[in-house]
T-cell receptor
């Protein structure tokens, strides 16, 4: 009964380093999302995907890239990390997009020094 | 632009009390509204999804109502328990593939 799984759960990076966050869902959902949650800013959409092989920009896409090579996986990449990217990142998935229920992962806490 | 506001930001009640959390949104052209629960250091868990054609949804001790015309939703929690302590967020669809989330109400239920 895994649902949405994110790895890693915690990571500390130095400015300029790169990393990838992995999101995996076992519910056969078409739609997948990456959000960041910051104090005072709430949840903001970074990128999303409406199906395997598709990606699109959300509200705050700069500094991030994504890929959806397999339906069950959605990867979020930081090519050159900046302190402003220190945040908690959440992956979510849905069967019918925002018309239906959203299922979230446990989050990945990233600190950029 | 859709804005979602939740009042109060924090609420502390004794165990057993019935309580109401409020959510308001500026654009009433929504097709649903979701209530989520977030425990410290955890992800969001969907509690209730109300379609625009519905006025209420119930799950156990939780009841959510939706009044599109006034841009408001309420989450009613009956007979609160310490295990209900968490942050509760509401969210509405925005721009086809995005959601607008409220900042949440942090609820503490004291034994």
């Amino acid at each position: 009964n895994a649902g949405v799984t994110q790895t890693p759960k915690f990571r500390v990076l130095k400015t300029g380093q790169s990393m990838t966050l992995l999101c995996a869902q076992d519910m056969n959902h078409e739609y997948m999302y990456w959000y960041r949650q910051d104090p005072g800013m709430g949840l903001r959409l970074i990128h999303y995907s409406v199906g395997e092989g598709t990606t699109a920009k959300g509200e705050v896409p700069d500094g991030y890239n994504v890929s959806r090579l397999k339906k069950q996986n959605f990867l979020l990449g930081l090519e050159s990390a900046a302190p402003s990217q220190t945040s908690v990142y959440f992956c979510a998935s849905s069967y019918i997009g925002t018309a239906g229920e959203l299922f979230f992962g446990e989050g990945s806490r990233l600190t950029v020094l | 632009k859709q804005e979602v506001t939740q009042i109060p930001a924090a609420l502390s009640v004794p165990e057993g009390e019935n309580l109401v959390l409020n959510c308001s949104f500026t654009d009433s052209a929504i097709y649903n509204l979701q209530w989520f629960r977030q425990d410290p250091g955890k992800g969001l868990t969907s509690l209730l999804l109300i379609q625009s054609s519905q006025r209420e949804q119930t799950s156990g001790r939780l009841n959510a109502s939706l009044d599109k015309s006034s841009g408001r939703s309420t989450l009613y929690i009956a007979a609160s328990q310490p295990g209900d302590s968490a942050t509760y967020l509401c969210a509405v669809p925005y721009n086809n593939n995005d959601m607008r989330f409220g900042a949440g109400t942090r609820l503490t239920v004291k034994p």
